[in-house]
């Protein structure tokens, strides 16, 4: 007699088993098709562009300086002709506030045109894709490649591959580093191996993510590390700009000879030849809907077009469209939630650039004696003794001329003669008001301090303060 229960631990081990394995089955390589066409000719200037920017930028020279260097040791950033200091941290908190709600409205109005054509992830891994295919040939080559067992030519091949990408990955590694460290001074530091251990770990840190992001991981990063394919969503309604098939085009799909009438077989446009899941980069069908996968880098309507081409169709069985369009409908590009988008936009960009055409590269701050509220002097007067804090964040040096209005007679003295500060230094200055009791009409007075370059009367800070005095 057959014990009923004799099969359940071993059934539910088998189910248990295939869960497991089916939530964590090793993603199989996906192997991207060569595609040509009006968009991928676009990637390719986006990617030259960019990376071009990123690797040339930190040799450019401004005024007998590195044009972009973000000095941390010294706390200040070199951005061409502007020097910003901690105290100018409020402008690179509006500037990522502009930077996120441009990648809002860019969203909302074209979806993720970020994500196929700008995102460093996508860029990098293009750079990489390239040289694999200098090196290994085209994804039917790779295929092959990969099959073959382990001999001397595939190690041979495979190592010159992974040779270029190191040496890429580690001159990106150098140039991020030389964002924050004189490009110049690294490099020739980095030749005579005298690296401190900081610059040594960012360069092989940022390197091997480079590495590791753009060599291997690839479309897992979009798939399952990238929050923006996660919130996108929030962003999207029906008159985003999506890349998508049109069924009603292409339905039902079937191979067929070019000279055969498809209609009179009930066939739609689309043969089947799967080319638009061949040349996409997180080897996703198209055909199956919007999915979040999508980075929408057009590249399977560049491969359908070139289908629909040979086939003597019309083109754009997979375009750029909205789900309104798809429908039958009207695109609305203005809507509300795009005209909000940009009024922040312009209001934010408008207030960063009022202040910023108002930015004076001089700071002052006056800090009042709190231990004494104030004192008499000898001859009667009425003493106040404040701090002065001087900060010049000009590029050069400059001396200046300090004085005081609010309260008449109102006199300044300080123990220098010539207030001089250097190129981002600070100078504490003590000095001491005294005015005549009689001047004073009320117990606390307003009294406002005035700098003044004497080379350049714009570099003027002006600060007040409270002189107290009896009841």
């Known amino acids: 007699m057959t014990n009923p229960d004799a099969t359940g631990p071993s059934t539910a081990g088998s189910a248990d088993e295939q869960v497991t394995q089916s939530l964590y089955a090793k993603a199989a390589k996906i192997y991207p098709r060569q595609v040509h066409g009006l968009f991928a000719r676009l990637r390719v200037l986006g990617v030259l562009g960019l990376l071009g920017i990123y690797y040339v930028l930190p040799w450019l020279r401004w005024d007998g300086q590195q044009a972009l260097l973000l000095d941390l040791p010294e706390r200040k950033f070199h951005i061409f002709f502007v020097t910003l200091w901690p105290q100018d941290f409020f402008y690179l908190a509006l500037l990522l506030i502009i930077a996120g709600l441009t990648l809002f409205f860019v969203t909302a109005l ?3 045109v970020w994500c196929g054509y700008a995102c460093p992830q996508t860029v990098w891994t293009e750079a990489f894709l390239w040289i694999e295919r200098k090196v290994e040939g085209d994804r039917m080559r790779q295929q092959k490649l990969d099959a073959l067992p382990l001999n001397a030519r595939k190690f041979r091949i495979k190592a010159t591959k992974h040779f270029l990408w190191i040496a890429f990955s580690a001159w990106t590694g150098f140039t991020f580093v030389g964002y924050f460290t004189p490009i110049t001074e690294l490099g020739q530091r980095l030749l005579s191996f005298d690296l401190g251990p900081w610059e040594t770990f960012w360069i092989i840190f940022y390197g091997f993510a480079t590495y590791g992001n753009a060599g291997f991981m690839r479309e897992q990063v979009c798939k399952y590390m990238c929050p923006y394919a996660r919130f ?4 999207f309604d029906k008159d985003t700009l999506i890349v998508s098939y049109i069924p009603t085009r292409g339905e039902p799909r079937g191979s067929r000879k070019r000279s055969e009438d498809h209609v009179a077989k009930g066939l739609g446009d689309c043969i089947d030849c799967t080319l638009c899941v061949q040349v996409c980069p997180t080897g996703i069908d198209i055909r199956n809907g919007l999915q979040y996968e999508c980075i929408a880098c057009s590249a399977c ?5 070139d289908v ?6 019309e083109k754009g069985l997979i375009k750029y469209t909205t ?3 798809m429908k039958g409908g009207v695109t609305h590009v203005i809507r509300p939630r795009i005209v909000i988008y940009a009024l922040l936009l312009l209001a934010i960009m408008a207030a960063f650039a009022w202040s910023f055409s108002q930015r004076i ?4 701050d006056v800090i009042r004696d709190r231990n004494t509220l104030y004192r008499e002097t000898d001859n009667g007067l009425i003493e106040n003794v404040y701090i002065l804090k001087i900060l010049n964040m000009d590029d050069a040096e400059h001396q200046y001329d300090l004085s005081v209005s609010g309260i008449p007679g109102l006199s300044l003295h300080k123990d220098m003669s010539i207030i001089r500060v250097p190129s981002g230094g600070v100078l504490e200055l003590p000095v001491r008001l005294r005015a005549d009791e009689a001047d004073l009409k009320e117990r606390s007075s307003d009294v406002v301090f005035e700098l003044v370059a004497t080379d350049d009367a714009a570099l003027r800070a002006r600060e007040e303060a409270r002189f107290l005095g009896p009841q």
Do not use: F, P, T
């Open 323 to 325: 789900e309104h369009a």
């Open 232 to 235: 996108q969503s929030a962003m």
């Open 301 to 305: 309507i560049d491969a359908c077009d």
């Open 308 to 313: 629909m081409d040979k086939m003597g169709y």
């Open 110 to 112: 074209a979806g993720r």
């Open 361 to 364: 590269s001089l700071g002052l």
